[in-house]
């Protein structure tokens, strides 16, 4: 006899339905990204992600904080640092998301326990996020070598990382106690799985991309008009009469004639937009060491708190295919 802790949550059809509206969902955010808005190359791929592991919940977030509502307006429509904050936590959860759920699908092939699993997971998330989606698609951008753009993602990536790890760990472990299938990626219920840890790991994630964007130690959201680096500042939109910037102008001039600035001399515009009013990333080393360590212990303590609900409620011993244990307080 099954545990009863191994019963699933809802009904297998309503988890067909849910792909259903997730594979329409990605549909509609590649066509719309690909044909209308100019978010920059890595947040188009990182939106197309992160709704594949969201569904309907990413495209209602992509409609309201990215999508460009009509033409020549998406500086504007992204500069709210609310917004701004959503593409960081989106661009982390697009790395580290991918990190853990490529990693979970190995592990579980290989039957590893779910106490290792887990580890091996977060490294993959961090690895993944911090060498590919900051530093290799970021270099460019920020004008860079790819060492330097490692060295000055490490930070704000693992404190971002730690976020979300806090979030998707106690969720994955939970549901897969309750439902051991869900430890095989042949099985509807992974998916399910992971993309409710992901809808989780991204709303503990937001607070923290929130003070990283604020401080100028990650990018926000960003357009391909302005070289990825951002919305244009609300308090330069809402100035009458001011001109906008000569970089500004010719990046949109550029892209407006259907063409790209060379390797070269868009690193030097990105230098150039790098500094602009508001968009100086130079600007989070004024973030004091103090409060990066404070903001850092804050983060270990949140995915220590994750490992804590794991370990409490979940079953950090179960392996793949293995029977379902007895949990305290239930009988076989």
């Not at 490490?154 to 549901?175: D, K, Q, R, Y």
Request: hydrophobic share 50%; with cysteine.
């Amino acid at each position: 006899m099954m545990h009863p802790m191994s019963e699933p949550l809802f009904p297998e059809y309503l988890l067909w339905i849910w792909f259903a509206l997730t594979a329409l969902s990605v549909a509609y955010v590649a066509w719309d990204l690909f044909t209308s808005t100019p978010a920059m190359k890595v947040m188009k791929w990182g939106w197309v992600l992160v709704t594949l592991y969201t569904g309907p919940v990413g495209l209602l977030v992509y409609w309201f904080s990215c999508r460009e509502p009509s033409l020549g307006t998406h500086e504007q429509f992204v500069a709210p640092m609310w917004k701004q904050a959503v593409g960081s936590t989106i661009h982390c959860a697009a790395g580290d998301a991918t990190g853990i759920i490529v990693a979970a699908a190995i592990t579980g092939y290989f039957g590893l326990s779910m106490g290792v699993d887990i580890w091996l997971e977060y490294a993959a998330g961090f690895g993944f996020g911090l060498f590919i989606f900051q530093a290799l698609f970021m270099k460019d951008m920020m004008g860079l070598s790819y060492g330097e753009a490692v060295r000055e993602s490490f930070l704000p990536e693992w404190m971002s990382m730690n976020a979300m790890m806090a979030g998707m760990l106690p969720t994955m472990v939970i549901l897969m106690t309750r439902d051991m299938r869900a430890m095989e990626a042949t099985s509807p219920w992974f998916w399910a799985s992971m993309s409710a840890a992901t809808l989780v790991g991204v709303v503990v994630a937001y607070p923290v991309n929130y003070w990283l964007v604020k401080n100028k130690l990650k990018h926000g959201m960003g357009t391909e008009r302005a070289l990825g680096h951002g919305g244009t500042p609300v308090a330069e939109e809402a100035t009458p009469g001011r001109a906008p910037q000569p970089m500004a102008m010719a990046a949109m001039a550029g892209m407006h004639h259907g063409t790209t600035p060379a390797k070269g001399e868009a690193a030097h515009q990105g230098h150039a937009m790098a500094t602009m009013p508001g968009m100086d990333r130079s600007s989070g080393a004024q973030v004091s060491g103090l409060r990066k360590a404070v903001v850092t212990l804050l983060t270990l303590a949140m995915l220590a708190v994750g490992y804590y609900l794991a370990a409490r409620y979940g079953d950090l011993t179960m392996r793949p295919g293995e029977p379902m244990p007895a949990m305290p307080g239930h009988s076989m």
